[in-house]
C-alpha cells in the first residue's frame, strides 16, 4: 500500500526532480517507509511506500522489469500474487524479489491489459512502455484504490490523491461547480468529477492508454469490468447456497491476510466485522481489533443505539482478541474537521470523521486492518431503501422513484435559491439525468420485482459503496495505514451477483402484495431501519458469531450528530455557518443556507448530513482554494 505520482510532459521536455518530488511529499502520508523517482525523456514517475509485503529493497519502486522495458509505480495489494506468479514462472519469468509489485510488472509485460482480469486485489497503477513510448494507467474493479487525473494539453499529471497535483508547477486551483452541484444533491459525485476544475477520477473497473508518440496525445479509457447483479438462471438449494457462501467467505478473508507486518480487524459490533473478526482470529491468535463508540448523554431517539461497544467487547472476549477502543464527543469533530477536509479533500457520503479517528487508532498498533465494507452493498442490507421501488411501470418510473430517495442533501427545487449566486453556471446540471446514466446499459430486462432489486444493487454499488472505498481510503491512509475489504474478493463477488434476491430480503413478496389503498401506512415498517436484508449472510454467519449479532437492525457506522449539531455542537456550526463572510458563500446563497441549516437548529428537520457537508466543503475551499 503506498502512494503514487507523475509528471509527463508531451514534448518531452524534461520533469524536473523537485517538481517530482514536491508531488510525492505532498502524499508522504501514504508511505513513510520510503519514496523513489524516476525520470526519462519527459516522464516522470514517483512512489511513496507502506512497506507490506517484502520490506526489503528488493520492492522498491518505482520498478523496472526484468527486460527494462517496463516501469511501473503501483498502490494497492494482490492478494493471489502467488498463484500468478507461478503461472508466469512457468512461462519463463524470473523473480528477484518476494513482492506483488514485481509478479504485476510481470503480469503486464506478458499479458498486457488482459492481465487485469486474472488480478483479484485493490490497485491504481500506471505503467510505461520505454519502447513504445505508451502509458497504462489502471484502477481495480471495486474502486478501493484512487487514481486522480489531470491533463491541459501539454502534459499530464497522475496522483493517488489531489494534493499532489496542487503540489505540481503550474496548477490552476479552481473549484469545479457542475460538480459541487452534483455533491449537494447527493453527497457524493456519480460522476468522473471532482471538487477541482480539471481533475478527474479514473472510473473504477477501467484502463486508459495514452500514446506519447502522437501529435496531441490523449487518454483512451476503456471499461474491462463491470457489476452485474441478476438471478440466476438456475437456482441450487438454499443449503448449498449457504454452503458456498461459507466457503467463499472463509477463502476471501484468508486471502488477504498475507502480509509481513502485523494486521489488525476493525470490530465494530455488527456481524460483518464481527464474522471477518472471527475468521482472521483463528489465523492470528490475539488478533487486535478496534472499536470506535460515542459519547451518547445527550443524545436522543435512534441515536441512542449508535455506540455498539458493548457487543464489539463480547465479540473480543468470544475470539480473545487484543482489544482497544475509544469514544468520540461532539468536541471531537470540531478537532478533526481540519484534518479531515484536508485528507478527504473532497466529501464524499455520511459523516466521515469518525473513520479518520478509529484509522488513527488502528494506526498505533498495525499497519494493516481488515474491514466489513461491502458486505451491506452485495448483500442487499438496506431493504428500507430498495423497498421503495420495486413495484414499476418502466425503467424510468423506477428510476425517478430511487432519484427522489437518493437527492440526500438539497432537493432540486431549492437549486435556484441555494446557487443563485452561481446559478448561471450550474443551472443546466441536472442531476435526475447523472443519476440515470449510471445505469447506462443496465436499463433493461426489468420485468419482476427481483430485477428492480438487482438495480438498486448495482447502483450502489456503484455509486454509494465507491464513496466509502474513497473516504476508507483517504482516511486510513492519512494515518499511513492500509485497510482491507475481505468482502470485495472477486470470487465472493461473483457469487454475490448471481445470489437469488429472495436470498437476501425476507420481505420483498409481501412488500410487492401491499395496497397503497388500503388504510393505515402499510408500508412504514418496511421503510425503516429493520433486520429484514442480508439473510443468507445472518444464516451463514451464525456459525461464528452470537445469535443476538446476526439478528440485530442494520446499524450504520455513524456518529449522534443529529443532537450534537443542535446541542453540544451548536456554537460551532452557528460559528462556521451563520457567518456570511464564510468562504462557502462565495458560491452559496446565504439566506437560503442559513434557513436549511436553521431548520435543524431548530428541530423542525434533521439536516445533518447537509450540516456536515457545508461544514466539510466550507473548511475545503478554506484550505485549498
Not at 175 to 196: G, H, P, S, V
Not at 266 to 273: C, E, I, N, T, V
Not at 541 to 562: C, H, L, N, R, V
Not at 573 to 597: E, I, N, Q
Request: glycine fraction near 6%; hydrophobic fraction near 40%.
Amino acid at each position: 500500500m503506498c502512494g503514487i505520482a507523475g509528471l509527463i510532459h508531451f514534448d518531452r521536455a524534461p520533469v524536473a526532480p523537485p517538481a517530482l518530488k514536491a508531488m510525492s511529499d505532498a502524499i508522504a502520508h501514504r508511505g513513510p517507509d520510503g519514496e523513489g523517482h524516476w525520470i526519462e525523456d519527459g516522464v516522470g514517475l514517483a512512489h511513496r511506500r507502506l512497506a507490506i509485503i517484502d520490506l526489503s529493497a528488493l520492492a522498491h519502486q518505482p520498478m523496472m522489469s526484468a527486460s527494462g522495458r517496463f516501469v511501473l509505480t503501483y498502490n494497492g495489494e494482490i492478494y493471489n500474487f502467488r498463484e500468478l506468479r507461478l503461472e508466469l514462472e512457468t512461462l519463463g519469468y524470473g523473480f528477484r524479489s518476494q513482492s506483488d509489485t514485481e509478479v504485476l510488472l510481470a503480469a503486464l509485460e506478458a499479458w498486457g491489459p488482459d492481465a487485469l482480469a486474472r488480478i483479484n486485489g485493490m490497485f491504481a497503477f500506471v505503467l510505461y512502455d520505454r519502447t513504445e513510448r505508451t502509458l497504462l494507467l489502471a484502477r481495480d474493479r471495486y474502486g478501493i484504490k484512487p487514481l486522480y487525473i489531470h491533463s491541459d494539453g501539454k502534459r499530464l499529471a497522475f496522483a493517488s490523491e489531489q494534493k499532489a497535483l496542487l503540489a505540481a508547477p503550474g496548477f490552476a486551483r479552481v473549484l469545479d461547480r457542475e460538480a459541487l452541484a452534483e455533491y449537494f444533491t447527493f453527497q457524493n459525485i456519480f460522476t468522473d468529477r471532482t471538487l477541482l476544475k480539471g481533475v478527474s477520477m479514473l472510473p473504477a473497473g477501467h484502463f486508459a492508454r495514452l500514446d506519447l508518440k502522437e501529435t496531441a496525445p490523449a487518454l483512451e479509457v476503456r471499461q474491462y469490468w463491470d457489476f452485474h447483479f441478476e438471478e440466476p438462471l438456475e437456482r441450487a438449494s438454499d443449503e448449498e447456497y449457504r454452503e458456498e457462501l461459507d466457503r467463499l467467505f472463509r477463502q476471501a478473508v484468508n486471502r488477504q491476510l498475507v502480509a509481513d507486518v502485523e494486521l489488525g480487524s476493525y470490530l465494530s459490533g455488527g456481524m460483518d466485522s464481527g464474522s471477518i473478526t472471527a475468521i482472521a482470529a483463528k489465523a492470528f491468535p490475539n488478533l487486535k481489533t478496534f472499536t470506535c463508540g460515542f459519547d451518547l448523554s445527550s443524545a436522543s431517539g435512534m441515536e441512542l443505539a449508535f455506540d455498539e461497544r458493548r457487543r464489539a467487547e463480547a465479540m473480543s472476549a468470544l475470539f480473545r482478541t487484543e482489544h482497544y477502543e475509544m469514544v468520540l464527543k461532539a468536541g471531537d469533530m470540531e478537532r478533526a474537521l481540519p484534518a479531515v477536509a484536508r485528507h478527504l479533500e473532497e466529501p464524499r457520503v455520511g459523516q466521515s470523521y469518525p473513520n479518520y479517528y478509529i484509522a488513527r487508532l488502528a494506526s498505533k498498533f498495525v499497519k494493516v486492518v481488515l474491514s466489513g465494507a461491502g458486505g451491506d452493498e452485495l448483500f442487499g442490507g438496506y431493504p428500507w431503501r430498495y423497498y421503495r421501488a420495486v413495484s414499476n411501470d418502466d425503467f424510468n418510473d423506477y428510476a425517478t422513484k430511487y432519484y427522489d430517495f437518493w437527492q440526500r442533501l438539497i432537493e432540486r427545487r431549492h437549486f435556484p435559491d441555494v446557487f443563485a449566486p452561481i446559478w448561471s453556471d450550474v443551472s443546466h446540471v441536472d442531476p435526475q439525468a447523472i443519476f440515470h446514466d449510471v445505469f447506462k446499459d443496465h436499463a433493461h430486462r426489468l420485468t419482476r420485482p427481483e430485477d428492480y432489486i438487482n438495480h438498486s444493487l448495482y447502483f450502489e454499488a456503484k455509486t454509494f459503496l465507491h464513496g466509502l472505498f474513497v473516504v476508507e481510503d483517504k482516511l486510513s491512509m492519512a494515518n499511513s495505514l492500509e485497510t482491507r475489504v475481505p468482502f470485495m474478493d472477486n470470487d465472493l463477488v461473483e457469487f454475490a451477483m448471481r445470489c437469488p434476491v429472495s436470498l437476501k430480503l425476507n420481505n420483498l413478496s409481501e412488500v410487492v402484495r401491499l395496497n397503497e389503498n388500503d388504510p393505515g401506512n402499510k408500508k412504514k415498517r418496511f421503510f425503516e431501519r429493520t433486520s429484514d436484508g442480508k439473510q443468507i449472510l445472518r444464516d451463514m454467519m451464525a456459525a461464528y458469531i452470537p445469535t443476538d449479532i446476526t439478528t440485530a437492525e442494520k446499524q450504520g457506522f455513524s456518529s449522534p450528530d443529529a443532537s450534537w449539531f443542535k446541542g453540544d455542537s451548536i456554537d460551532f456550526v452557528r460559528r462556521r455557518l451563520l457567518d456570511p463572510k464564510a468562504p462557502v458563500y462565495d458560491v452559496l446563497d446565504f439566506g437560503a443556507v442559513t434557513s436549511l441549516v436553521r431548520q435543524h437548529l431548530d428541530g423542525e428537520q434533521n439536516r445533518r448530513l447537509l450540516i456536515w457537508s457545508l461544514l466539510n466543503v466550507n473548511e475545503w475551499m478554506e484550505q485549498t482554494l
